[in-house]
């Protein structure tokens, strides 16, 4: 049975892979298996930055140390290791909090257009942006949606971050936001980037799905973006979509059911 199965391969790796047997005993293999890998990769994930901080700790300590040019330099490359560290860290709680909420339905009344306006001015203030790089193209007579106000907020700017890390640096990134005719609320975020190659699309949304992990590494990026947005847009009992070509660009879509309609969303009437 596949339950024997999995006793045989928990055997043979981790303590980890024990605890996560232990935790789960659903008896679901696909479920548990994905979760054995979450656990290895983030740990992989941790464990790199912090070898290297130890090892630069260690260097310090000895003669080189000594040496102010050295000192300065390698305290420089522990701190961007430490904020690697931080950032994973700050996602993977992110991305438990919402799972933890995933069934309870969100509590604000969000006018999205003001959010988006917000994000823009958050990104320029941060010095991330030139005030041309984010374009919107905002329809006010939007309805306001039922959300979670920090975790919208957290799906555009990951979405934004992406669009941007991704994007060619003169071209714009665009934020698009409109009522469908049948009432849904489309929130689009669009890039003229490098895109993406139609096999990994349906990976993306994976923890730690990434099409070139060493670029996304120096872009600062954790692999855990579109997984978090993804949870979001589940929570808020909406649809993801995101579609690219080639050296043109990708546009991720996102319908969302407007504030009224979120109890017969629940009710199951618009579901799918
Ligand atoms: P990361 O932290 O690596 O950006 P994400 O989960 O946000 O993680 O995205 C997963 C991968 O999807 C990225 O590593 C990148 O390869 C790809 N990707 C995401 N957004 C874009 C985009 N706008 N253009 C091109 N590739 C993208």
């Known amino acids: 049975s596949p339950d024997q199965r999995w006793e045989m391969r928990t055997g043979e ?46 260097t310090l300590g000895e003669e080189a140390g000594a040496d102010p040019a ?28 919402i799972e933890a909420e995933k069934y309870r339905l969100p509590p604000d009344a969000v006018d999205l257009a003001a959010m988006i306006r917000e994000v ?8 991330h942006a030139r005030a041309s790089d984010v374009e919107l193209d905002i329809d006010d007579a939007t309805p306001r949606i ?25 071209t714009p ?18 890039d003229e980037g490098e895109g993406i190659a139609p096999e990994h699309i349906p990976r993306l949304t994976e923890r730690f799905y990434r099409v070139d992990a060493g670029r996304s590494r120096s872009l600062g990026g954790t692999g855990l973006g579109l997984a978090i947005v993804k949870h979001i847009v589940e929570r808020h009992r909406g649809r993801l979509d995101i ?3 080639v050296g043109v660009g990708t546009t991720v879509l996102i319908v969302l059911p407007p504030a009224d309609n979120v109890a017969t969303v629940e009710a199951g009437v618009i579901k799918g």
């Open 146 to 170: 039922t959300g979670d106000r920090a975790q919208l907020s957290q799906l555009i700017h990951n979405l934004v971050g992406n669009a941007m890390k991704y994007g060619r640096s003169q």
């Open 13 to 58: 790796t981790t303590d980890c892979a024990r605890i996560v047997h232990l935790i789960d005993q659903t008896g679901n293999y696909a479920a548990e298996r994905m979760r054995v890998d979450f656990v290895a990769n983030a740990s992989h994930e941790l464990r790199t930055p912090l070898a290297s901080i130890l090892g630069f700790i260690e």
């Open 120 to 127: 823009r001015d958050e990104i320029e203030d941060s010095g």
């Open 243 to 245: 579609s690219s070509r």
């Open 70 to 97: 050295i000192r300065t330099r390698f305290l420089k490359v522990m701190f961007d290791e430490a904020r690697r560290m931080q950032r994973l860290v700050e996602d993977l709680i992110s991305l438990s909090r």
């Open 173 to 190: 990134v665009t934020i698009r936001l409109a009522a469908e005719p049948s009432g849904m609320v489309r929130l689009s975020i669009v």
